[in-house]
């Protein structure tokens, strides 16, 4: 699998794990910068009041995913570390017109989900503004509630084995707009590919050259004059 791959095909294995071949969508993150930019990309998706658990074993990248998350949402990457010994870190974003905040869950000591109590939990999952993020999901019993989306990180390696890097694996079914956001086709070849490659929607500098050609040589065109009303269409933001 190459640097654009996003899934795992059927039977696949790597590194002992056997890759999900039901319509849960994964993708291959070479790196530390692929994983963070794809977190990114999620976290610019959300509005506020989502609920994530991201699980993994130990090194897997999840904080690394979270600093991610946080760049999306406006918090500065520096604050991110992981809260094992407090449990939860609540980040506000740099720049107070984002609305959102992010609540960074480590369950990995927790011992009792009715800890959570103490440190406000009940408030927190009712402020909308607050995207929470937690590690280690299990130890919280029910704590996190319904419409949950469920995320996995792994170590892996690409299909020819060439490339290490981690798997990560959406454990709960997209919606369809967030789907086509995070997954669609290079605009130059179709392979198909994931908002953490650099060169995303393109697979490569070679696909999006190629579509700037086409709009200096003419092959490509705006199909009507642009009005003052598009420039305020968020789809072009």
Known sequence: MGASDTTGGPGQFRLGRRVPVSPKPSAFLRDSHETESFARALGLLCKGGERIALTGDLGAGKTTFVRGMSSGLGVPEEEISSPTFTVMHVHEPSDQKSGRCLVHVDAYRLEDPAELMELGWDEIVRDRRNVIVVEWPDRLGGALGENVLE?????????????????????????????NKLFTKCRGCGKQIHAGVGSFPFCGNKCRMADLGNWFDGSYSVSREIEEDDLFDPDLA
């Not at 990180?153 to 707009?177: A, C, M, Q, T």
């Open 151 to 179: 995320l996995e990180l792994f170590h892996s390696s690409s299909s020819g084995g060439e490339v290490p890097g981690r798997e990560i694996v959406f454990g709960s079914s997209l919606s369809s707009d967030l789907m």
